[in-house]
């Protein structure tokens, strides 16, 4: 369940929500970037929030995988 919030076409940055959180895609050289912040001070802040892969689908994936398990814990 991602939600688009926001594109800036020129950019190459593309923001989806999921959970609460904010999802920061950036466009790189050889893949794509995920920023994950959190959209609300009562949410877990991720130990890691930056993931890359070559894959756009994969590294939400991964991003989507973090904020699901830092929510259960």
């Not at 688009?4 to 999802?23: K, M, N, P, Q, V």
């Not at 895609?25 to 994950?36: F, K």
């Amino acid at each position: 369940m991602l939600k688009l919030y926001d594109t800036e076409a020129f950019s190459g940055r593309i923001t989806l929500i999921y959970r609460g959180y904010d999802l920061e895609l950036t466009r790189a050289t050889a893949g794509w970037w995920v920023r994950v912040f959190p959209r609300s001070a009562d949410l877990p802040i991720l130990r890691r929030n930056d993931f890359f892969s070559g894959d756009e689908e994969n590294a939400v994936i991964q991003a989507k995988d973090r904020i699901d398990r830092a929510l259960i814990s």
